[in-house]
């Protein structure tokens, strides 16, 4: 099953590509903001044309699935939430925007502000590193899959996957809760990324975390939920394309509560 019907139904879907959640526009509009405005119309009309004729596929990515996750899982007592890897995510902004109070913690400086937004520009392995508090909650979508392997400007360093979730573990309060996604499969390591299964997450992860999975038949696949079993021996068709990932897993953690934990 694909997401579409025909190729009428793929031009259309072109409409999407673009990301909707954000808009640059001119403060002053002149002259060239409409020679622009009708070339861009031009050049889409021409791109929507150019993919119904010449065969292009559509690929949609495990986001579909992953923020929806989020949102589902979310507390009435997540009130601190830290988004690690969320550079280049609108989901930090959506949670702000909810009212909670969200750190984005990346190597490279989160571009944007939100009254109820913080944001920290720290490498997560530098010797030096630290955090003055723990969170309600800790996410991390589609990030500790790529730490230690250098796609990122980060350096080469075996097994940072597993010492990467301890130390967001540690951010954890008491009680708190890890929410983390990964592409799953067969246990892989790519040009930048890796795959797991139920073994590697249950060696990278705390015990006892909760594994949601998802996955779609082949690259213009349809996402549904999945099994740890029919994940398992997946292998991507395309593992260097561009979105590659086949499967999902979605995995939750939660500390032990303190004896004495306050939630404000």
């Known amino acids: 099953m694909k997401y579409y019907h025909s190729p009428d139904d793929l031009a259309d879907a072109a409409r999407h590509l673009r990301n909707k959640n954000l808009a640059l526009l001119p403060r002053k509009r002149g002259l060239i903001d409409s020679v622009i405005d009708r070339l861009t119309l031009a050049l889409n009309r021409a791109r929507e044309l150019a993919f119904a004729r010449r065969g ?133 390591v790519q040009r930048s990324y890796r795959v797991y299964n139920q073994q590697r997450i249950d060696e990278v992860f705390p015990a006892g975390a909760v594994v949601h999975w998802f996955c779609k038949d082949g690259r213009e696949g349809v996402w549904a939920l999945s099994s740890a079993v029919a994940v398992g021996e997946l292998i991507y068709d395309e593992p260097d394309g561009t979105m590659p990932a086949q499967a999902v897993a979605f995995i939750i953690c939660r500390k032990a509560p303190g004896p004495q934990h306050d939630p404000s």
């Open 56 to 188: 292009f596929k559509l690929v949609v990515s495990e986001q579909i699935v992953e923020y929806p996750m989020v949102l589902r899982n979310l507390r009435p007592d997540d009130r601190s939430i830290l988004d690690f890897g969320g550079y280049e995510s609108v989901l930090p902004l959506q949670l702000s925007a909810l009212g909670y109070q969200v750190t984005v913690l990346d190597q490279r400086r989160y571009p944007f502000q939100h009254p109820n937004l913080t944001v920290v520009c720290r490498d997560l392995f530098d010797p030096a590193f630290s955090m003055e508090r723990q969170y309600d909650l800790v996410l991390s979508i589609s990030t500790v899959e790529h730490l230690g392997l250098g796609g990122y400007n980060d350096i080469r360093q075996a097994d940072a996957d597993r010492r990467g979730v301890e130390r967001l573990w540690g951010l954890v309060r008491p009680g708190g809760r890890l929410m983390v996604s990964v592409p799953a499969g067969r246990p892989a």
